[in-house]
């Protein structure tokens, strides 16, 4: 026991309060399993804060997007209703902006995160679940921003979303059925705002928090995994810091300054809001869907290209397919430091793909 | 906790203890202070974000005189309900052609009331207010005040109420 915990301890009445609740919550259980865990210190543990910020951002997420919910309208009201809030509202604006900045920059974090841990190897035993639970967040992070995107029904929410679910449309076979049950109908309309709307509110926080809870769970359980670099060193020269209260402290500061960030985007770039949508009106040139949608959205375009008709949506489909099936088995190849031909080979798998992310997204925008 | 690395680590051992405690409290009134601030910079909008309907009834509400245009066509010895900013109020227009605008908030709890020709009364059904429908007096049952009095001026084409 450090001395500020005894000190609680000591005085009076706080100190029956606390065995009053001890006795009844066992927060000595609570406080042991949150001291156990210990964060090693090394010259990459700048990369262990990422999954905190993406934290973060979930957390504002939740706060501004209850916020929102106090005057947002889905359906047919939709367009009408953020208008107000951007233009009519005190502030709406900036919660507006707040809630689409932190979207982004969530995603963007949780990219961070994963990249990371990727290439500390943080997905070896016995880490197995703390990587297909995070893939299973980003997933649902990413459906978070899809459905999102589309709620304000401005131009350019209705052509993103548009194209967006020509994705799941060519998919042979059954393909159109799940378009026409994403969108209720043939088209992106009112009835599709309103599903959308329950998905982005109701059912993907309901999956997302308790993976959440899993995932934190896991990483209190396990600890931080070390790099390569740092797992060779002998014992005596690895540091590491308590992460209850130390490293949450630190922790809390990237918080602010995450908090710092996005107050400065939301409030000197407040977010746009375009023309109503108009189902009869051309698509507007150079539209193109979220950045982290672009390097799909990319492939697709380039496949379309080189093969004809439905060919090459199908074998861009084929390709993210099994590329998001390498990446999750992944902790089942690269198992054990001792294989290190597997070892370098996950390497420079991480590699290329955040490479081939990064061309194919820079690519998509040069041809916007 | 001797392998750990401290990070500001306000229990280390100072050379006077005394400095220690009040190190301690510094970094503690600090905290506090700047929390404040964070506090209230998100705070501040929030509130004013929320209460942004609240305000704008408010200045609604703020209005003194109400324009019904047709009104003077209402029937003699019946009444109407209209809007006085965002309240309910009544408009009665009496068998022996005078002309009365009431609050129709029952000052109990609340209720709206309703004008009863029949009985020449004003009645509230949640707990059996009874008032006088030419001055709004209250007259039996629960209800505390008086409802308020408006001025009522009719003329050809419509009936203005002001606030008295
Ligand atoms: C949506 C968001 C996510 C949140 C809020 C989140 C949160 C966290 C937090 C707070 C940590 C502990 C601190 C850290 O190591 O950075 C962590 C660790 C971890 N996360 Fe995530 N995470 C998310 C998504 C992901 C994704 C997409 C992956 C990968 C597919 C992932 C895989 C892991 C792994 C393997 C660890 C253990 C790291 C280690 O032990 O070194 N997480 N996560
Ligand atoms: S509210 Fe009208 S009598 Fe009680």
């Given at each position: 026991m450090d001395k500020s915990s005894s000190a609680v301890r000591n005085s009076g009445l706080v100190a029956s309060a606390y065995t009053w609740l001890d006795e009844r919550l066992g927060l000595d259980e609570i406080i042991a399993?949150?001291?156990?865990?210990?964060?090693?210190?090394?010259?990459?543990?700048?990369?262990?804060?990422?999954?905190?910020?993406?934290l973060f951002f979930f957390i504002v997420q939740c706060l501004t997007g209850v916020l929102l919910l106090v005057y947002y309208r889905p359906g047919p009201e939709a367009y009408d209703s953020v208008r107000q809030i951007t233009y009519d509202i005190e502030f709406g604006w900036l919660i507006r902006s707040a809630h689409s900045w932190s979207a982004n920059l969530m995603v963007l974090a949780v990219f961070v995160h994963m990249f990371s841990v990727y290439l500390m190897k943080a997905y070896r035993k016995p880490r197995e679940f703390g990587w297909w639970s995070g893939l299973g967040l980003l997933g649902i992070v990413m459906v978070f921003g899809f459905s999102g995107y589309?709620?304000?029904?401005?131009?350019?929410?209705?052509?993103a979303t548009k194209v967006g679910l020509e994705i799941p449309a060519s998919m042979p076979v059954i393909g159109p059925f799940i378009a026409d049950l994403l969108r209720g109908g043939p088209e992106v309309n009112e009835i599709t705002i309103q599903r959308f709307f329950a998905l982005h509110v109701v059912v993907l926080p309901a999956l997302f928090l308790p993976l959440l809870m899993f995932h934190l769970w896991l990483v209190q359980k396990h600890g931080n995994a070390v790099p390569p670099s740092e797992e060779e060193k002998p014992e005596a020269l690895r540091r590491s810091m308590p992460f209850f209260p130390n490293f949450l402290a630190k922790d809390?500061?990237?918080?602010?300054?995450?908090?710092?960030?996005?107050a400065l985007l939301a409030s000197l770039f407040p977010w746009d809001l375009g023309p109503q949508a108009d189902a009869l009106s051309p698509a507007p040139v150079g539209i193109h869907p979220e950045w982290y949608f672009m390097s799909q959205f990319q492939v697709l375009k380039v496949f379309g290209r080189w093969f004809p008709g439905m060919t090459g949506e199908l074998l861009g489909i084929g390709m993210f397919t099994i590329a998001g099936v390498v990446w999750?088995?992944?902790?089942l190849y690269d198992r054990d430091s001792k294989l290190a031909m597997r070892a370098r080979i996950a390497t420079w798998i991480g590699?290329?793909?955040?490479?081939?992310?990064?061309?194919?997204?820079?690519?998509?925008y040069a041809e916007v | 906790m001797?392998?750990?690395?401290?990070?500001?680590?306000?229990?280390?051992?100072?050379?006077?203890p005394q400095e220690g405690m009040s190190r301690r409290a510094f970094v503690a009134m600090g905290t506090a202070l700047v929390g404040a601030v964070y506090g209230a910079a998100i705070g501040y909008p929030v509130y004013r974000y929320l209460s942004t309907p609240a305000r704008r009834a408010a200045s609604a509400a703020a209005v003194t005189q109400v324009d019904l245009p047709g009104a003077d066509k209402l029937e003699?010895?019946?009444?109407?309900?209209?809007?006085?900013?965002?309240?309910?109020?009544?408009?009665?227009?009496?068998?022996?052609?005078?002309?009365?605008?009431l609050d129709a908030v029952c000052t109990h709890l609340g209720c709206?009331?309703?004008?009863?020709?029949?009985?020449?009364?004003?009645?509230?059904?949640?707990h059996g207010g009874v008032y006088d429908p030419r001055t709004g007096e209250n007259v039996a049952g629960p209800p505390p005040k008086p409802l308020t009095k408006f001025n009522v001026e009719v003329s050809d084409g419509q009936v203005v109420v002001r606030r008295a």
């Open positions: 399993f949150a001291r156990h865990k210990t964060v090693p210190q090394h010259k990459h543990s700048f990369w262990y804060y990422w999954g905190g910020i993406s589309l709620l304000p029904m401005d131009e350019l929410a209705y052509f809390l500061a990237m918080w602010l300054i995450a908090l710092n960030a996005l999750g088995l992944i902790p590699f290329a793909a955040i490479a081939g992310l990064i061309l194919l997204t820079i690519w998509g | 001797p392998d750990s690395v401290p990070m500001n680590d306000a229990s280390a051992p100072l050379e006077d003699i010895g019946s009444a109407m309900m209209f809007k006085f900013g965002t309240k309910p109020a009544l408009l009665i227009h009496h068998k022996d052609d005078t002309w009365v605008a709206t009331v309703q004008f009863e020709p029949e009985q020449d009364r004003i009645y509230c059904a949640c």
